[in-house]
């Protein structure tokens, strides 16, 4: 839990870091967002201050408050990464809530600057390696359930936490929700996934339609992906 709460659930949003880091201009850019995911990324998987700076082009003391600001607002991020590397350095390996793992040796290794790297690469896995595990989970349903038949659909690829593919219109709506009831499984945790879904002409252009979107919406989104393709509105 990286909120240091029990209950509840909360996102890293893009409006909360402008207010985080005091900007105070709130419109959205792309550059603004790219740099906001560098900065929840990079602290989250254990990088520091230091390669914050160099990642951000921001002065050292800048990125120190960035840091501190994000520990601030969730602190159960540093407890995550903390108990993740105290598990490697006592058992050798990782695991991911689905019992794969990965042998840590390095993290022993007397040179501080290789052990701080798997450090790193303990906190990586933990995370990536869960994703990696869901993903494989998600695409065995998808094919057990015969979805891409029943819908005439394509699944193009599984990148990161993202289905990329295509289905006709007027199967986009059951077709959305039948993977949501995939995506948002139980996890061994206890906790439940969320997912949301998106619409548009191909991956680089597409709009957020919010969380199982109702029929109305995806005939909207599938209208206008139509006008734009045959009027070029």
């Given at each position: 839990?990286?909120?240091?709460?029990?209950?509840?659930?909360?996102?890293?949003?893009?409006?909360?870091?402008?207010?985080?880091?005091?900007?105070?201009?709130?419109?959205?850019?792309?550059?603004?967002?790219?740099?906001?995911?560098?900065?929840?990324?990079?602290?989250?998987?254990?990088?520091?201050a230091?390669?914050?700076?160099?990642?951000?082009?921001?002065?050292?003391?800048?990125?120190?408050?960035?840091?501190?600001?994000?520990?601030?607002?969730?602190?159960?991020?540093?407890?995550?990464?903390?108990?993740?590397i105290?598990?490697?350095?006592?058992?050798?390996?990782?695991?991911?809530?689905?019992?794969?793992?990965?042998?840590?040796?390095?993290?022993?290794?007397?040179?501080?600057?290789?052990?701080?790297?798997?450090?790193?690469?303990?906190?990586?896995?933990?995370?990536?390696?869960?994703?990696?595990?869901?993903?494989?989970?998600?695409?065995?349903?998808?094919?057990?359930?015969?979805?891409?038949?029943?819908?005439?659909?394509?699944?193009?690829?599984?990148?990161?936490?993202?289905?990329?593919?295509?289905?006709?219109?007027?199967?986009?709506h059951?077709?959305?929700?039948?993977?949501?009831?995939?995506?948002?499984?139980?996890?061994?945790?206890?906790?439940?996934?969320?997912?949301?879904?998106?619409?548009?002409?191909?991956?680089?252009?597409?709009?957020?339609?919010?969380?199982?979107?109702?029929?109305?919406?995806?005939?909207?989104?599938?209208?206008?992906?139509?006008?734009?393709?045959?009027?070029?509105?």
């Amino acid at each position: 839990d990286m909120l240091g709460k029990k209950k509840g659930k909360k996102e890293i949003s893009y409006d909360e870091y402008i207010v985080l880091y005091e900007a105070g201009d709130k419109e959205a850019t792309d550059i603004r967002k790219k740099y906001a995911k560098t900065t929840n990324f990079l602290i989250v998987y254990g990088g520091s201050a230091i390669g914050l700076s160099r990642k951000t082009i921001v002065p050292r003391a800048m990125a120190e408050d960035f840091v501190e600001g994000f520990h601030r607002m969730y602190p159960g991020v540093e407890k995550f990464s903390e108990e993740a590397i105290k598990f490697t350095k006592k058992h050798g390996y990782v695991m991911t809530i689905f019992g794969n793992r990965k042998h840590c040796d390095g993290i022993f290794d007397k040179n501080a600057g290789i052990a701080a790297s798997w450090e790193r690469q303990a906190v990586n896995f933990l995370i990536q390696g869960c994703a990696a595990d869901i993903g494989k989970i998600v695409l065995r349903k998808y094919c057990k359930q015969n979805i891409a038949e029943r819908y005439q659909s394509t699944l193009y690829a599984l990148i990161y936490d993202e289905l990329i593919g295509s289905v006709p219109d007027g199967s986009i709506h059951p077709y959305v929700t039948e993977l949501a009831d995939i995506l948002e499984m139980p996890l061994p945790t206890g906790a439940k996934l969320r997912s949301s879904v998106s619409i548009g002409l191909n991956w680089g252009e597409q709009g957020e339609v919010g969380a199982r979107p109702a029929s109305r919406v995806c005939r909207l989104a599938a209208a206008v992906v139509y006008l734009v393709v045959v009027y070029g509105i």
